[in-house]
């Protein structure tokens, strides 16, 4: 099946720094989402991308949709603590079945 | 809230032992998916449901069966639990057209096989 691969796989940052995470796949996809979870519950969305190339911002978080339609990225700008958590990239093709989800990126935010 | 409902949230059972969790959600959607989550896997479907009675395998299906009699419910069954099954287990339903909508999830079944 298809894989995506996200990088790093976690990252260790002081409270005030901007945070970058990406995701690649060997397959197009023509949806691009991004989750966040929390300790102890379910990944919930928070951007999804619908174009090749878009840029979509969600106050200190915004996502690219790679032109290649092959990647994409999510970029947190001045971090704080309550961005702990995991984060999941994950891919949905033209059928609609079914997402792919990337293996995960956690963030550690120090104050 | 997102009307999805997972139980029981914890559970440890013994090896060899039957195990089911339940996914309850309130929104009438006809798809339901179940996910396991384990420490560089990211999050892996088990089983998928397209409506009731209707559901097919997902990655990593083996030593997992589901059942979905009615529309709000999506069981997941461990035959008999093993070791490697020890993980969390979350539910997911889809709230749009299309999978590239996105997905809701619940809340999680964190499940120790001993």
């Known amino acids: 099946g298809q894989q995506l691969n996200q990088s790093p796989q976690s990252m260790f940052i002081q409270e005030g720094e901007d945070v970058s995470m990406n995701c690649t796949s060997s397959?197009?996809?023509?949806?691009w989402l991004w989750y966040k979870q929390e300790p102890g519950e379910g990944p919930v969305l928070l951007i999804a991308l619908y174009k090749a190339g878009e840029l979509t911002s969600n106050g200190r978080l915004t996502a690219q949709f790679g032109i290649t339609r092959k990647d994409s990225f999510l970029n947190i700008s001045a971090s704080i603590p309550s961005d702990v958590g995991i984060y999941f990239c994950a891919g949905g093709e033209t059928s609609g079945s079914r997402l792919t989800f990337g293996e995960g990126t956690q963030l550690t935010v120090n104050p | 809230d997102a009307g999805i409902t997972q139980s029981p949230r914890h559970k440890v059972t013994e090896t060899g032992t039957p195990v089911t969790l339940r996914c309850h959600q309130t929104?009438?959607?006809?798809?339901m998916y179940w996910y396991r989550q384990d420490p560089g896997h990211g999050l892996r479907l088990i089983h998928y449901?397209?409506?009731?009675?209707?559901?097919d395998k997902g990655e990593v299906s083996d030593g997992y069966s589901v059942s979905r009699s009615k529309t709000e419910d999506f069981l997941l069954t461990l035959e008999s639990a093993t070791s490697s099954q020890t993980s969390v287990y979350f539910c997911?339903?889809?709230?749009?057209?299309?999978?590239?909508?996105?997905?809701?999830f619940g809340s999680g079944t964190r499940l120790t096989v001993v």
């Open positions: 449901s397209y409506g009731v009675k209707d559901t």
């Open positions: 929104e009438n959607h006809r798809y």
């Open positions: 997911a339903i889809r709230s749009g057209q299309l999978a590239n909508y996105g997905y809701t």
């Open positions: 397959s197009i996809f023509n949806t």
